[in-house]
C-alpha cells in the first residue's frame, strides 16, 4: 500500500493566514524638511497640511499633527513640563494621564493621554537638545475606535528621528 502525502496542509495554513496578511498595515516614511523630522503614517493617511507651521494628515476617524513650538515660557522647563504644558494649554485636553517617557535615538521624547469632545488624544512631545528645537505631535480618534487604532497610533509616535 502507498502512502499519499497530504498537500492539504499548506493550503490550509494558507487560507488561516491569508486574512491576518491582508490585514497587516502599510507604512509610509514622511520627512518633515522644515526640521529634518522623519516618521512613518499608515499610508491610507493623506496629507492635508504641510507647511512650516504644520504637518497634519487624516484618514476616515483619524487625525495626526505635528507642530514646532516655539514659546518662550518653555525655555527651562524638563521634559515632563514641556509635554503637560502642551497638552494642556495647546490642546485643552482634559484627563491626561502620567507621562510615559519614550527612548528616542537623537531626541528626549514622552507622551501623555487625554480626551476632548470625546476623543482619545495621544500626544507626544520631542525636543532636540541639539538645536534647541520642540515639537509636538498628536494621533486623535473617537473612543469608539480605541480597540482598533490604538496601536497604529503608538507606532507613529515611536517612529519619529531626525534626519541625518
Not at 1 to 29: C, D, G, N
Not at 51 to 73: N, R
Not at 86 to 93: P, Q
Not at 124 to 130: F, Q
Amino acid at each position: 500500500m502507498t502512502r499519499r502525502k497530504s498537500a492539504s496542509f499548506p493550503f490550509v495554513l494558507v487560507f488561516i493566514l491569508f486574512p491576518v496578511m491582508v490585514q497587516a498595515q502599510v507604512w509610509q516614511s514622511y520627512e518633515w524638511a522644515y526640521y529634518h523630522l522623519q516618521f512613518e503614517l499608515p499610508q491610507e493617511f493623506a496629507v492635508t497640511t504641510n507647511t512650516e507651521e504644520a504637518l497634519e494628515a487624516s484618514k476616515e476617524g483619524i487625525e495626526f499633527g505635528l507642530y514646532p513650538l516655539k514659546d518662550s515660557a518653555l525655555e527651562g522647563l524638563d521634559l515632563a513640563g514641556f509635554v503637560i504644558k502642551m497638552a494642556e494649554d495647546d490642546l485643552n485636553l482634559s484627563e491626561i494621564d502620567e507621562m510615559e517617557l519614550l527612548e528616542f535615538e537623537s531626541m528626549s521624547g514622552g507622551f501623555v493621554s487625554g480626551t476632548k469632545d470625546g476623543r482619545i488624544y495621544l500626544v507626544l512631545g520631542l525636543m532636540d537638545k541639539e538645536n534647541k528645537n520642540n515639537y509636538y505631535a498628536y494621533v486623535a480618534f473617537e473612543k469608539e475606535m480605541e480597540m482598533e487604532v490604538a496601536e497604529d497610533a503608538m507606532e507613529i509616535l515611536l517612529s519619529f528621528d531626525l534626519l541625518d
